[in-house]
């Protein structure tokens, strides 16, 4: 980007001239002015879009002005310009269909940007058109309006997808996936959105549709979930057993609650208090990849990853943990969310081939109190002996009584019961079910043995993508300082940058 602040031109502006603005250039007997509409960025990492005008002192300089920035703007290919966007209007506080059409429909229209929009009419529905019917060669990009399951089924329509068109079958264990060439923008419509705010930091619109406007880009990492060798779900954010798979399972009897509906079975699965007896075992990542309890900075991460990977070997193996478990949280990325700011685990990665696992042992209803009190605020919620946190790059859990057979189509599982059996509350919750389910993204997995993978990340791409987009912005720069006949020292500084 162009410093902090600066202005960020976006194509299609409405390029137009007018003569003698009243009031503005009254000391001027004619100007010739053009609108550049940028993106400020504001407080807590929200975007809004600017107008700058410009004026000129004679028709050909503005022309010349128009002109140049328009070429420039034509050169940038990371910004979209045609999209499919997917609305799920029962999301969040079922404001979707409205979100998208007073906040981002306009801004798309003044960036030039034709949207093709489906607004969904069940569950799974964007996820089966993406699947099998959508004709992607005309799209630059997917869009989805809602939460993190509408981003899920997008998700999982362009695998899905993407691997139909290549012959690759996503069921096969070990299946080589192809890469999807479409990127996906979320538009916060939720109610978690923690994908969106995990990625952009925070869960505005507006912010977002200028981040997609613009071009923006994070690769983020995927993990796949198979129960005895069959493909279940892949996953981006979190994957939790125990108190978050047993938060959503009640949740989904509450949808009309909105929202709110998950503080409300938050507190139910609090009061429970249930465990869950069963087997954690892990790859950890190499230790050049961090710990989920250290502080360093993405960047100075990809530069030590880079180093050890020329000179290190991994040298990780299997770890092993019995136990009873409260919680057993597999965060793919910080998790952040407007619940919990900092997230499930503040320093994980987005993009790194790996997740923290966080494992809370059994405690009493005050240590887990004061654990999740710590997601909110700047304390530390590893700091328990309760609690005990690894980066891997693969898991697996078995529970420690054998699940009953479930039948290879979840939605025909029975309606789980209560909560738990293990727990305090065994008097008010019926005492069959020895396991809890997997929350996997918002969804929710019946199978509590699972098997869980990390993409393999190719850590050189993403460093190659973020160098690549400097670049390109520098270069656009240059020559819009050497259309203007610059040679000051502004040139020069990014010609060396160029160089370098
Ligand atoms: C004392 C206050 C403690 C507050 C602790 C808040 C921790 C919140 C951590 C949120 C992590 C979200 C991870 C993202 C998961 C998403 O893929 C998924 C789909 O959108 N969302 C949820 O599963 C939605 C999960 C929502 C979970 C809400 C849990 C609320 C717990 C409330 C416990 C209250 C105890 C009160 C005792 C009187
Ligand atoms: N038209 C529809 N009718 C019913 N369900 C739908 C429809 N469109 C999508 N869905 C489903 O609704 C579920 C929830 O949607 P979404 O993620 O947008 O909102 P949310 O659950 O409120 O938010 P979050 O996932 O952030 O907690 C998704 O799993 C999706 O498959
Ligand atoms: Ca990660």
Redesign the pocket.
């Known amino acids: 980007f162009w410093g902090h602040g600066a202005a960020i031109a976006y194509p299609g502006c409405l390029w137009e001239q007018r003569q003698g603005h009243p009031g503005q250039f009254a000391s001027l007997s004619q100007v010739f002015c053009f609108p550049v509409f940028y993106v400020k960025r504001t407080k807590n990492h929200q975007w809004r879009c600017n107008e700058a005008t410009f004026s000129c002192s004679s028709a050909e300089l503005c022309e010349q002005w128009i002109q140049v920035t328009r070429e420039q703007l034509s050169l940038l290919t990371n910004r979209p310009k045609r999209l499919l966007v997917y609305i799920n209007p029962f999301g969040g506080k079922r404001r979707g269909k409205r979100i998208y059409e007073e906040k981002v429909a306009p801004v798309f229209q003044q960036a030039g940007i034709s949207a093709d929009v489906i607004v969904t009419e069940r569950a799974n529905h964007a996820r089966d058109h993406l699947t099998t019917e959508a004709n992607l060669q005309q799209y630059d990009g997917v869009v989805c309006v809602g ?3 509408m981003f899920s089924e997008i998700l999982h329509g362009l695998v899905a997808r993407t691997q139909n068109d290549n012959k690759v079958d996503q069921n096969r264990p070990g299946a080589e996936l192809k890469p999807c060439m479409l990127r996906i923008g979320i538009i916060p419509a ?3 959105d ?1 994908i969106c705010f995990a990625t952009v930091g925070t869960n505005d619109p507006v912010t977002s549709a200028l981040h997609i406007i613009i071009g923006d880009s994070q690769p983020m990492d995927v993990c796949s979930v198979h129960h005895n060798d069959v493909f279940l779900r892949y996953s981006v ?2 994957l ?1 057993y125990g108190f ?1 798979g047993d ?2 399972a009640d949740s989904e009897k509450k949808r009309w609650l909105g929202p709110a509906r ?2 409300l079975s ?2 139910k699965a ?1 009061l429970c208090h249930n465990y869950y007896k069963g087997t954690v075992s892990f790859l950890p990542a190499e230790d050049n990849l961090g710990h989920p309890r250290d502080k360093m900075q993405f960047l100075c991460l990809l530069v030590s990853k880079w180093f050890h990977s020329c000179v290190a070997v991994s040298s990780s193996s299997w770890k092993v943990i019995c136990g009873k478990f409260i919680a057993i949280n597999a965060a793919n990325m910080s ?1 952040a ?1 407007p ?2 700011p900092k ?2 685990s503040p320093s994980a990665h987005l993009a790194d081939g790996t997740a923290d696992l966080i494992l809370v042992r059994k405690c009493s209803r005050l240590d887990f ?1 004061r654990h ?2 710590r ?2 605020n700047t304390d530390d919620q590893f700091d328990h002996s309760f609690v005990e946190v690894h980066r891997v790059k693969k898991f697996h859990f078995e529970p420690l009584d054998p699940q009953p057979l479930l039948l290879e189509n979840q939605s025909e599982l029975p309606k789980k019961p209560g909560f738990c059996p293990m727990g305090s509350a065994q008097t008010t919750c019926i005492p069959s079910a020895a396991h809890s389910s997997w ?1 996997c ?2 969804e929710i997995l019946h199978h509590a043995a699972i098997q869980v993978r990390l993409a393999i990340h190719n850590i050189a791409e993403t460093v190659k993508r973020k160098i690549k987009l400097r670049l390109h912005l520098i270069t656009a720069k240059v020559s819009c300082l050497k259309a203007l006949g610059k040679t000051d020292s502004a040139l020069m500084t990014h010609n060396s940058l160029l160089k370098c």
């Open positions: 939460g993190d399951g939720g109610s978690t923690c954010s979190l939790g978050y938060v959503l998950y503080d938050g507190v609090f998790c969310c619940r919990s997230g499930l109190f999740l009190l997601h909110t929350n993204d918002g």
